[in-house]
């Protein structure tokens, strides 16, 4: 089949890449110069493992191609995929979607014959709709059905949960449109992954469903590691003893420092708007997205605490990883840009080192001192915040890291090290919900 793909971000690049692995012939369409030479030179512009190697092998097989002027692409697509940015409107929360309605209109005047167009871009409910009203007008005579296929990806993970999802969203009620995206995803059903063919309009609300009950998740267990240091009890524990009754399942209750990246924080500000336009607020993810900014402000504080100090001039505090999570370099909504300046507000001097995303950091975090590893950045230290679990931290020669620190601290963010084995090197640590 002959796809489009408007946008090569994150998910436009992931998606594009593997739908020509699974056979198809995939143009990817953006408006950016740089970024489309970069792509035909074989550059990335993200870092997520594996996409380099993905790409190259299909640019080389002749089913990936890449193009500024997508005009004959969308042309002899059956499918046209929109995967443009939907970010945060300035001001009132609410998913900017003009980069979406521009799409629209573009292909609306290009459409040859029964094409597919298809969002794959997070949506709020409804956009669909008005896609498919955007492109009537422009085209009277288009013919088209306006499909809502929502992405799953997790940002380092993204091409396994593309090839081995879960399940597929398909929103349509057109009958073309539900066969040419059942041919799409054809090479999916090796694995009898579920298909579920639902309702334009559910499809959207889908996405967002599942986004704000992940986010609620994780904001359920970082209150209960809140109780668990105050009753001393052990989050873990409480974790795997929930997560093992198949009704709550084991993943996403990780407590850390709040969840960021590109699609929680967004999604579930988008989700909370929607809502309240519709008049049936949804009062548990408003009550998230206030815990989880609480939260990721209130970590300075926990680190303070740890070094027995409140005023932390004079104070070094080494960072061991900056992004939002690892094996990415992306820095969206990172708990890292909350805590390291409120860090410095407190007076501390801060060095920190990021296997990926310390470029990216340097241009949204100020007075950092950039260390190129684990090592460098303990040294000196009065404390190490773990920030990020990149696997890098996870079996640091902790004899090495006392001998560098000024004095031992460690604040470990993300449950990294056990309690008893720090104290025993004779370190002071702090973690999450492990009283
Ligand atoms: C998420 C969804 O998982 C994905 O399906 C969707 O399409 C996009 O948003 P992503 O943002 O890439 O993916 O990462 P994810 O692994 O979901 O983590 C999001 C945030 O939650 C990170 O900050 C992570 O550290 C945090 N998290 C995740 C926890 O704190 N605890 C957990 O148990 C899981």
Not at 78 to 95: C, K, L, N, Q, S
Not at 276 to 298: S, Y
Not at 301 to 316: E, F, H, N, Y
Request: glycine fraction near 10%.
């Amino acid at each position: 089949m002959r796809v489009a793909m408007i946008g090569t971000g994150y998910v436009g690049l992931v998606s594009g890449a593997c739908f020509a692995d699974f056979g198809h012939v995939v143009t990817c369409i953006d408006k950016d110069p740089s970024k489309i030479e970069r792509l035909e030179r074989g550059e990335i512009p993200i870092f997520e493992p594996g996409l380099d190697d993905l790409v190259a092998r299909n640019v080389r097989e002749g089913r990936l191609f890449f193009t500024l002027d997508g005009a004959q692409a969308i042309r002899e697509a059956e499918a046209v995929f929109i995967a443009v940015g939907t970010p945060t409107r300035r001001g009132d929360g609410h998913a900017d979607l003009s980069y979406v309605y521009a799409a629209a209109e573009e292909i609306a005047g290009l459409i040859d014959g029964f094409t597919v167009v298809v969002t794959k871009s997070t949506v709020p409910v409804g956009t669909g709709d008005e896609v498919e009203a955007i492109i009537r007008k422009t085209n009277p005579n288009a013919q088209f059905a306006v499909v809502s296929n929502p992405e799953f990806l997790r940002e380092g993970a993204a091409i396994e949960d593309f090839k081995r999802p879960d399940r597929v969203v398909v929103g349509t009620e057109d009958e073309r449109g539900q066969a040419v995206m059942r041919d799409l995803y054809r090479p999916l059903s090796l694995n009898e992954t579920p298909i579920v063919f639902t309702g334009r309009r559910t499809s959207e609300l889908i996405k967002y469903a599942a986004n704000a009950f992940l986010a609620m998740k994780i904001t359920f267990i970082n209150e209960m590691a809140d109780l668990c240091e105050k009753v001393g009890a052990d989050v873990q524990q409480v974790a795997k003893g929930i997560g093992l009754d198949k009704r709550i399942g084991a993943k996403f209750l990780n407590a850390g420092p709040g969840y960021g990246g590109s699609c929680f924080p967004k999604d579930t500000i988008a989700l909370v708007k929607t809502a309240q336009d519709f008049g049936a607020p949804t009062r548990l993810i408003e009550t998230t997205v206030q815990i989880n900014d609480d939260r990721k402000k209130a970590m300075a504080g926990k680190i303070a605490r740890a070094m027995q100090l409140d005023d932390l001039t004079g104070r070094t505090i080494g960072v061991l990883g900056l992004t939002f999570k690892p094996n990415t370099d992306d820095m969206r909504d990172a708990p890292s840009l909350d805590i390291i300046p409120a860090l410095q507000a407190l007076g501390a001097k801060v060095q920190a080192f990021d296997p990926e995303g310390a470029k990216e950091a340097s241009h949204l975090l100020k007075d950092i001192d950039f260390k190129s590893g684990a090592y460098d950045a303990a040294e000196g230290a009065d404390a190490l915040v773990i920030l990020t679990e990149w696997d890098q931290f996870r079996a640091l020669d902790l004899d090495r890291l006392k001998l560098l620190m000024r004095s031992p601290t460690v604040v470990d963010l993300r449950n990294v090290y056990k309690p008893a084995e720090m104290v025993r090197h004779g370190f002071t640590y702090a973690s999450i919900g492990r009283g």
